[in-house]
């Protein structure tokens, strides 16, 4: 059975996407701007067969939109400067 799942590939980036924002439940702040964070996660996430999107891409994706959030949300003045 493994095998079945091994040899085909993950959903497509919609649904993955999806999968992202049901996980996170409710994020205070601007639905535009948490839909495009989602999106570039999605879209540079490493790419997995079906078995392997199930067992660590889903949470590779959500753990890398947090991240973006959190960082998105973090006051300017304290974000790290790369001088």
């Given at each position: 059975m493994l095998?079945?799942?091994s040899s085909h590939s993950q959903?497509?980036?919609r649904q993955r996407a999806q999968d992202v924002l049901d996980a996170l439940g409710p994020v205070d702040?601007?639905?535009k701007k948490l839909l495009e964070i989602v999106d570039k996660v999605?879209?540079?996430a490493p790419q997995y067969s079906l078995?392997?999107?199930q067992m660590f891409g889903r949470?590779?994706?959500l753990n890398a939109?947090?991240?973006k959030i959190h960082e998105?949300?973090?006051p300017k003045s304290r974000q790290p400067s790369h001088d």
């Open positions: 095998d079945y799942y959903p497509p980036h702040m601007d639905k999605v879209a540079n078995s392997g999107y949470t590779y994706n939109t947090r991240d998105y949300m973090r």
